[in-house]
T-cell receptor, first 115, second 113 residues
């Protein structure tokens, strides 16, 4: 079975600073990996996904993530935080199971951006 | 706006009752997923339907059931409700059953009193 660990339930940065949200996964087969963002009172929105093509994946809103197989990591970064980035971020891993791909989500990291 | 709609937005009910949550997927999407999000358990996959048939089951209680209708909308039925069932329930849809990205609805917040 696959699992996801997001290090840090809360990450606090200043506006303009680097954002780094950590995600480590466990999977016995090559995984598909995703980052989702959830703004208050909204559903999840896909930021980016890794599906075994390029290891550096670019997403929306200036975010990117790098797949590192040796470290079983898929950390999310953004060079310069904006106030509008404040939200809950979820990492998810998905593997084939009976013909379906069902994601397993991490517990989420709340990103706090200070002015 | 993801194109996935869920009704109602909020639901308050008493223990022991039964409720039905409704989801309409994005136009063209055949697959529907249901998730439960709570502070205790995080985001948990409940069940998936594809073109009217159940395809995958997660941590769904026996008191819960779902179905997908010919017009592809889906309903999640929760019965004999307990206080612990209070949570956000999300529906998501995707084109197929592969690695297609999922589009999430805004959720239904269920409060059991």
């Amino acid at each position: 079975a696959q699992s996801v660990t997001q290090l840090g339930s809360h990450v606090s940065v200043s506006e303009g600073a680097l954002v780094l949200l950590r995600c480590n996964y466990s999977s016995s087969v090559p995984p598909y990996l995703f980052w989702y963002v959830q703004y208050p009172n909204q559903g999840l929105q896909l930021l980016l996904k890794y599906t075994s093509a390029a290891t550096l994946v670019k997403g929306i809103n200036g975010f990117e993530a790098e797949f590192k197989k040796s470290e079983t990591s898929f950390h999310l970064t953004k060079p310069s935080a904006h106030m509008s980035d404040a939200a809950e971020y979820f990492c998810a891993v998905s593997v084939a199971s009976g013909g379906s791909y069902i994601p397993t989500f991490g517990r989420g990291t709340s990103l706090i951006v200070h002015p | 706006d993801s194109g996935v709609t869920q009704t109602p937005k909020h639901l308050i009910t008493a223990t022991g009752q039964r409720v039905t949550l409704r989801c309409s997927p994005r136009s063209g999407d055949l697959s529907v997923y249901w998730y439960q999000q709570s502070l205790d358990q995080g985001l948990q996959f409940l069940i998936q339907y594809y073109n009217g048939e159940e395809r995958a089951k997660g941590n769904i209680l026996e008191r819960f059931s779902a179905q997908q209708f010919p017009d592809l909308h889906s309903e999640l039925n929760l019965s004999s409700l307990e206080l612990g069932d209070s949570a956000l329930y999300f529906c998501a849809s995707s084109v197929g059953i592969g690695t297609y990205e999922q589009y999430f609805g805004p959720g239904t917040r269920l409060t059991v009193t």
